[in-house]
Nanobody
């Protein structure tokens, strides 16, 4: 049984930082893609960062490039999203998603992901 659990969300002021974690059980981050998506009220879910776990290749949405960093720690079975210089428009519920058989360039295609976490709220004011 695969389970992804996000943590690290919270409320911060504009310009602050947060680090989100996505811990996996029943799953290893050694192939395929892991991505962070976010969804704000009334908006569609959007991909913000993705990593190709076998090769470490990463990609970011234009809106977060240079501010967010995705990384993985295989020993801890975790993927992280370091978020710096946060803006109010970053406010959303953040989800991690993983699929061992998904590859770039489909990494921001939410319907293609097999496993999802429950989400963690990030509020920037």
């Amino acid at each position: 049984h695969v389970q992804l659990v996000e943590s690290g969300g919270g409320s911060v002021q504009t310009g602050g930082s947060l680090r989100l974690s996505c811990a996996a059980s029943g799953y290893t981050y050694d192939s395929g893609c892991v991505a962070w998506f976010r969804q704000a009220p009334g908006k569609e879910r959007e991909g913000v960062a993705a990593i190709l776990t076998g090769g470490g290749y990463t990609d970011y949405a234009h809106s977060v490039k240079g501010r967010f960093t995705i990384s993985q720690d295989n020993a801890k079975k975790s993927v992280y999203l370091q978020m710096n210089s946060l803006k109010p428009e970053d406010t959303a519920t953040y989800y991690c998603a993983a699929d061992p058989d998904l590859w770039f360039p489909y990494h921001f295609s939410a319907p293609r992901y097999k496993y999802w976490g429950q989400g963690t709220q990030v509020t920037v004011s």
